[in-house]
């Protein structure tokens, strides 16, 4: 059975996506055991003072639902990278799937651009791996957002299918003006 909502640029960036948010995602949960057992162990990528994953998953915001922020990584992006290939190999998605990803993701880009805010400004460290979280929550929240629109019977919302490009790459924007401002300047 084809599938008629999910393109395969959405299949490819669930599942590259998924891979890459879960190992970025993983080696943070890594680092913060390290750092349990050892206060004095020095994350991996701890390059300095402004680029310090180390010193980001030491506050509270790292830990803001009481565990680990990335441990909702490691456990959604594998789902992710799961459905992504279902959809490369031409599976039946349904619409339902789609929507969820969607909501879920939203909320989730509502999240990192909290995160992202609180790390730029509040803490004024950067975390390479948290970044790369970012990165890749932004984009499969606009493209199954996309997907969804392409496939609606509203002509009205079918219009907005073009300016999910522009928001995602907006976000990009915005965010690495951010941090140009905050730590180049």
């Known amino acids: ?37 050892d206060p004095n162990y020095i994350s991996s990528c701890n390059v300095n003072s402004i680029l ?12 803001i639902f009481g565990f680990p922020n990335s441990l909702i990584g ?3 992006f594998p789902i992710l990278a799961l459905i992504g290939v279902f959809i490369l190999l031409n599976g039946h998605v349904f619409k339902w799937m789609l929507q969820i990803i969607a909501i879920v993701s939203g909320l989730a880009t509502v999240f990192v651009s ?27 929240f606009f493209l199954t957002t996309r997907d969804l629109l392409k496939a609606t019977r509203n002509s009205t919302l079918r219009m ?26």
């Open 160 to 185: 907005l299918v073009p300016f999910t490009g522009f928001l995602t790459l907006g976000w990009f924007l915005v965010v690495a003006t951010a941090i140009g401002l905050q730590f180049l300047i």
């Open 1 to 37: 059975m084809t599938n008629k909502i999910a393109s395969k640029s959405l299949g490819w960036l669930l599942f590259g996506g998924g891979i890459v948010g879960w190992f970025s995602s993983f080696t943070l949960t890594v680092d913060k055991i390290k750092l349990l057992e």
């Open 52 to 63: 310090a994953c180390g010193n980001i998953v030491k506050t509270s915001q790292a830990s």
């Open 74 to 76: 490691v456990s959604s």
């Open 114 to 140: 909290w995160l992202a805010f609180q790390s730029i400004y509040v803490i004024e460290i950067l975390c390479p791996y948290c970044i790369v979280v970012w990165g890749m929550t932004v984009p499969i």
